[in-house]
């Protein structure tokens, strides 16, 4: 009972957008290894979705989360999952701090522009010795006058080549607790539209969502006012933990579109003839695809039932991470079956259903990998010590 009828149309006004400005163009982008992110950020910042739960006053729609989720979900349904994941990113990802925790002049100067679709974002938290593990990051930033100077690297950050501007979580001061010294910083890596000085960028090809440019992002000595800084200095751990929330649910509502692949995989099982009869009357595929749909509506339940408690401000930690793990594993287990149920053209590189395939796959690695997922509700439910 979670959506409205305001939620559904929502839902239908990106479908119609999908269907109209991505999914035409996706086999391009996916051979590209890019989509051209500042044309169609601005298409949707135009019509207002790329700042649903943001403040009106810098051109957001002032809307609960519930709506975020709703709008993920619908762009779950795009046929190259990289697009909606870098959108993702733009909306739920790199912009949740900024927009709870940034100065007034920051959000004017970033935030806005983000949700117009004028300015494309990443969020940089990853790095290439420490990516579930947050708190052992090395990019560090040293307080030089009214300046940081930032030092460090990036990895596997979304949008990296094409961002004008990154949400850094790096070192703000020396020892103590490791979740006591960070900070977030909002860093131009654009400037009158050319690299900013100190930043080199190379991007990563992956095993999927190749249609999202993914970058390794190098900071030398790189200086940033620290009115860029987002809220208190050394605050950046636990603001990055709250962002990470709605991270972890904007991804799982994406997952939850693979029922698409088990409608159109029981469609081509319908017409595929094998032995004299459709292979769709074989009871063990029937009882699969229907088990898989069992799973994907549990789901489901779960997602709706951590968003509102996210929105009634109870503690969603637990949650979020189980409707993360249960996301990936059963995403890529929907695509595995659809893909063996239809055979060698499953197989084929250009059957939608492998592109699904390796998409999926991040699913269980970005964002926290399962293990961690494991880890977290494991501590929530008191299993282990705290501090372990």
């Known amino acids: 009972m979670l959506y409205t009828s305001e939620h559904h149309a929502l839902m239908q006004s990106i479908r119609r957008f999908i269907a109209s400005e991505i999914d035409p ?195 030398d000595e790189v200086r940033v006012p620290v009115r860029h800084r987002i809220g208190e200095e050394g605050m950046g751990f636990i603001y990055q933990m709250k962002q990470f929330q709605e991270e972890r649910l904007d991804g799982a509502a994406r997952r939850l579109s693979a029922m698409a692949w088990i409608q159109e995989t029981a469609d081509y099982l319908r017409q595929r003839q094998a032995f004299g009869r459709p292979l769709l009357d074989n009871q063990f595929i029937q009882y699969k695809l229907a088990e898989l749909k069992t799973e994907l509506e549990a789901l489901r339940a779960l997602v709706y039932v951590a968003t509102q408690t996210y929105i009634e401000g109870g503690d969603v930690v637990e949650l979020a991470s189980m409707a993360k793990l249960k996301a990936g594993r059963l995403s890529r287990e929907i695509a595995d079956w659809c893909m063996q149920f239809q055979g060698g053209m499953g197989y084929t590189w250009d059957n939608p259903v492998s592109r699904a395939y390796r998409d999926y796959r991040l699913g269980s690695i970005g964002g926290g990998a399962d293990e961690v997922m494991l880890m977290v509700i494991a501590r929530q439910m008191g299993l282990m010590n705290m501090n372990a």
């Open 25 to 219: 163009f996706v086999d391009e982008w996916e051979a590209a290894e890019i989509f051209p992110a500042h044309d169609l950020f601005r298409k949707m910042g135009g019509l207002g979705f790329l700042g649903i739960t943001k403040p009106e006053a810098y051109g957001g729609l002032g809307l609960d989360f519930s709506y975020a989720l709703a709008a993920a979900e619908a762009m779950g349904y795009a046929r190259a999952q990289g697009v909606a994941m870098a959108i993702g990113v733009q909306s739920n990802m790199a912009t949740p701090a900024l927009a709870a925790f940034g100065s007034d002049d920051l959000k004017r100067e970033f935030l806005a522009p983000a949700i117009a679709g004028e300015m494309v974002a990443a969020i940089g938290v990853s790095e290439q010795g420490a990516g579930s593990d947050v708190a052992s990051l090395k990019t560090r930033a040293r307080r030089d006058g009214d300046d940081y100077v930032i030092s460090g690297s990036k990895m596997w950050i979304t949008n990296g080549t094409q961002a004008d501007w990154i949400c850094l979580l790096c070192n703000t001061s020396e020892g103590g607790s490791a979740h006591k010294n960070k900070s977030l910083i909002i860093v131009p890596l654009m400037q009158d539209g050319k690299r900013t000085r100190g930043i080199e960028v190379q991007k990563i090809r992956k095993f999927g969502m190749w249609s999202s440019d993914t970058a390794q992002i190098f900071f």
